[in-house]
């Protein structure tokens, strides 16, 4: 059982803003960095955002991630048909001494 | 660009071990600072993180799974393995090898996975 939660789905319609939340503790989200990934079934899961706020090279600012205190969450704007995938948060938990990931969000396109 | 492929056999036994190899290509697993961890799907489910082997070789387990978990490096090949034993058909999944990079930023850890495998399913059964 994971130690991050998120919501198991989310939706909307083309052109929207979808918000995504991950809740966690004083031991991961409190004390690090928080990652996000987006995850098709059947390929290789892409890092999204790293370190709370932080696009890789070739995401676009479509995506934006947040933190706060034991909390962080991702946001998606202009949501597009291509942006129908699975959600991870994910972050280091200094009381397990390994990486955690969310309990995953399902997010559709309407 | 570093690339990394994970193999193995996609049907195990109960009972038996599992084993997988990473072969990484692009990158020396054994220079730099990077770290190289496994991490697997199980079916039906989220990801989970198994472990993880640093360039200086010392390594980091999933508490829930270390006593049957040894990861492992060969440089002659650059690769990575993954062994865990006494499977059982919750040990079902696609497993994935990934390139982790970590920093710190005062005392808070950065610590995020930037290339992955495209994964290999294991089934467990008899």
């Known amino acids: 059982q994971s130690v991050l939660t998120q919501p198991p789905s989310a939706s909307g319609t083309p052109g929207q803003r979808v918000t995504i939340f991950c809740s966690g503790s004083?031991?991961?989200?409190?004390?690090?960095?928080v990652n996000w990934y987006q995850h098709l079934p059947g390929t290789a899961p892409k890092l999204l955002i790293y370190?709370?706020?932080q696009r890789p090279s070739g995401v676009p600012d479509r995506f934006s991630g947040s933190k706060s205190g034991t909390s962080a969450s991702l946001a998606i704007s202009g949501l597009q048909s291509d942006d129908e995938a699975d959600y991870f948060c994910?972050?280091?938990?200094?009381?397990?001494?390994?990486?955690?990931f969310g309990t995953g969000t399902k997010v559709t396109v309407l | 660009q570093v690339q990394l492929r994970e193999s193995g056999p996609g049907l195990v036994k109960p009972s038996q071990t599992l084993s997988l190899t990473c072969t990484v290509s692009?990158?020396?697993?054994?220079?730099?600072?990077?770290?190289w961890g496994w991490i697997r799907q199980p079916a039906g489910k989220g990801l989970e993180w198994i472990g993880r082997?640093?360039?200086?070789?010392?390594?980091n387990y999933n508490p829930s799974l270390r006593s049957r978990v040894t990861i492992s490096a060969d440089t002659s090949k650059n690769q990575l393995s993954l062994k865990l034993s006494s499977v059982t058909a919750a040990d079902t999944g696609v497993y994935y090898c990934?390139?982790?990079?970590?920093?710190?930023?005062?005392?808070?850890?950065?610590?995020?996975?930037?290339?992955w495998g495209q994964g290999t399913l294991v089934t467990v059964s008899s």
């Open positions: 994910a972050t280091w938990d200094d009381s397990l001494n390994g990486y955690v």
């Open positions: 004083t031991s991961n989200i409190g004390s690090n960095t």
């Open positions: 082997i640093h360039s200086s070789w010392a390594t």
């Open positions: 692009g990158e020396s697993i054994s220079s730099g600072d990077d770290y």
């Open positions: 990934a390139r982790a990079t970590v920093t710190r930023v005062g005392t808070a850890m950065v610590y995020y996975f930037d290339s």
């Open positions: 370190s709370n706020n």
